[in-house]
Antibody, heavy 123, light 110 residues
Framework: QLQLQESGPGLVKPSETLSLTCTVS??????????WGWIRQAPGKGLEWIGT???????YYNPSLQSRVTMSADTSKNQFSLKLTSVTAADTAVYYC???????????????WGQGTLVTVSS | QSALTQPASVSGSPGQSITISCSGT?????????VSWYQQHPGKAPRLMIY???NRPSGVSNRFSGSKSGNTASLTISGLQAEDEADYYC??????????FGGGTKLTVL
């Protein structure tokens, strides 16, 4: 059974860097059949795509966050990570990591999600 | 990139059918069949319900169906059940090789 688990600080100070890790069990992030990614949801708001990564290291970021986001993958630990710099209160959200399967058209869709982790930006 | 446009809320009685619309532009829905829909119950992670406009993942009830016409995608739920009450989000690929979500629709089962 595939499981994804987000981990990282629940409280980050303004202007600092938010760092989260997604640990995958029951499957390999090195599989060529999947992409991996991050989505967030501010309290009471909708879903926002942050970015997607392939095990080879290819990354795709939300243009509105691109200057502050870095995603990476550690295949030896079966983990992938998110770093978001210069955070503000607007970055307060539940952050989800998700596996993305490839459809018949070879386009990735998130199908397995972690439970999400709330990150609050506050001094 | 602007979010896709969804109605804030829709409602229906048990057994009825409802449709949730998702309006985009020529930069996303109109030119790509990479539209998906997600169901989210309070406090839970989203669940994939429809992908590639109209395909259902294994395990999703055939009461859920998707379609697209021009720059508008739609999710239809037939035979509405109490457990369908949730928030629903559409998602599309864009011409910038990015992803955009809709603002979400709250479905109330009366």
């Amino acid at each position: 059974q595939l499981q994804l688990q987000e981990s990282g600080p629940g409280l980050v100070k303004p202007s600092e860097t938010l760092s989260l890790t997604c640990t995958v069990s029951g499957g390999s992030i090195s599989s060529s059949s999947y992409y991996w990614g991050w989505i967030r949801q501010a309290p009471g708001k909708g879903l926002e795509w942050i970015g997607t990564i392939y095990f080879s290291g290819s990354t795709y970021y939300n243009p509105s966050l691109q200057s502050r986001v870095t995603m990476s993958a550690d295949t030896s630990k079966n983990q992938f990570s998110l770093k978001l710099t210069s955070v503000t209160a607007a970055d307060t959200a539940v952050y989800y990591c998700a596996r993305h399967f490839l459809s018949e058209y070879r386009y990735p869709y998130p199908d397995y999600w972690g439970q999400g982790t709330l990150v609050t930006v506050s001094s | 990139q602007s979010a896709l446009t969804q109605p804030a809320s829709v409602s229906g009685s048990p057994g009825q059918s409802i449709t949730i619309s998702c309006s985009g532009t020529s930069s996303d829905i109109d030119n790509y069949n990479y539209v998906s829909w997600y169901q989210q119950h309070p406090g839970k992670a989203p669940r994939l319900m429809i992908y590639d406009v109209s395909n259902r993942p294994s395990g999703v009830s055939n009461r859920f169906s998707g379609s697209k016409s021009g720059n508008t995608a739609s999710l239809t739920i037939s035979g509405l059940q109490a457990e369908d009450e949730a928030d629903y989000y559409c998602r599309s690929y864009t011409s910038s090789s990015t992803v955009v979500f809709g603002g979400g629709t709250k479905l109330t089962v009366l």
